[in-house]
């Protein structure tokens, strides 16, 4: 037999050396975010508003071509129940969570029993409130407005008792519909920021629900927009915030309380994900949907591609 050079066996070292460190380097590769934690990656239909109101099955195809898995309804969109799971699953989508109204009775103001059906029959598991209930003056105080103008007066009018009046109501309809396996939570804007002497109308809603039967959505976009620090705001309140509206803002957006922002596809702003994602994981929240404000630059659906492709490979 031919002896083995001792030049052979240091290439074949070399060369197992190498390949065991490439291996290992690939294996210690961070992981993306949601990959990492084995989370679906939703999107708030209201961004694709418009596609979904002509075509909602079209709409959830496309939704679900991309790479989303979850949806999250901006309500009922004024379909049976039954048609709304029909077309999630005909998708392959999944549908946990949903904005109801406060006020209405088709919202929480109305038959909770039959709203829990509704749900029920979907799958939703969280009913969030994406507005606080409006007290009569401040109704009053914005008519003659319409639009955006009407919805602005109507957040400037609340006061620091109207806000302890919502985390009444939040716990309220929390209670009422615990038995029915569905969780009651608030989504915020900017306009919760405001300050009411030394607080504002978001801390007044965190301190006087209970948690164990209200939730909140941050919605990352509108709390830059009012000028506040997100990771701040998760940090403080951690365990408080389940749910969250992954939303991008630009750079150029300037701190307000009246519902105003330069929106733009995520990972295009100025909000820095590889942070964000990690500290809203570690402060409890398990439900991300991708939310976009118009205007918009380009057709929805390719905004929310653009959105999805960043999320599903950035770090965190």
């Known amino acids: 037999m031919r002896p083995i050079s001792p030049q052979f066996h240091r290439r074949g070292f070399l060369g197992a050396g190498l390949a065991s460190m490439a291996a290992t380097a690939v294996a210690a590769a961070p992981q993306p975010f949601f990959k990492r934690h084995g989370l679906p990656l939703g999107i708030q239909l209201y961004t694709l508003g418009p596609d979904a109101a002509k075509d909602l099955d079209g709409t959830l195809k496309s939704i679900a071509a991309i790479g989303y898995k979850a949806v999250e309804l901006p309500g009922l969109t004024g379909r049976a129940p039954a048609d709304i799971r029909a077309a999630l699953d005909r998708a392959g989508l999944v549908c946990t969570s949903a904005h109801i109204q406060a006020r209405g009775e088709a919202g929480f103001e109305g038959d909770l029993a039959r709203l829990a059906d509704a749900l029920a029959t ?54 009422a519909l615990k038995s029915s396996g569905i969780g009651v939570g608030y989504h915020n804007h900017n306009f919760e920021f405001a300050p009411l002497g030394d607080t504002n109308g978001l801390e007044i809603l965190l301190k006087n629900t209970d948690p164990k039967l209200v939730t909140f959505e941050i919605d990352v976009g509108w709390v830059a927009a009012a000028g506040a620090d997100p990771l701040a705001l998760l940090r403080k309140h951690k365990g408080r915030f389940t749910l969250m509206h992954v939303k991008d803002i630009k750079a150029t957006t300037k701190p307000n309380y009246a519902l105003t922002m330069d929106p733009t596809e995520i990972g295009s702003g100025s909000l820095d994900w590889a942070k964000l994602l990690p500290a809203a994981y570690a402060s409890g929240v398990r439900g991300f949907y991708v939310e976009q404000e118009p205007p918009f630059t380009r057709p929805r659906i390719e905004a929310a591609k653009i959105s999805h492709d960043y999320l599903a490979r950035v770090n965190g």
């Open 122 to 175: 979907i799958g939703v598991t969280y009913a969030v409130a994406p507005s606080p209930y409006a007290p009569d003056h401040a109704v009053q105080a914005a008519q003659g407005l319409t639009g955006a103008e009407f919805y602005r007066k109507v957040t400037a009018s609340l006061t620091a008792d109207d806000w302890k009046m919502n985390a009444d109501f939040l716990n309220a309809k929390g209670a």
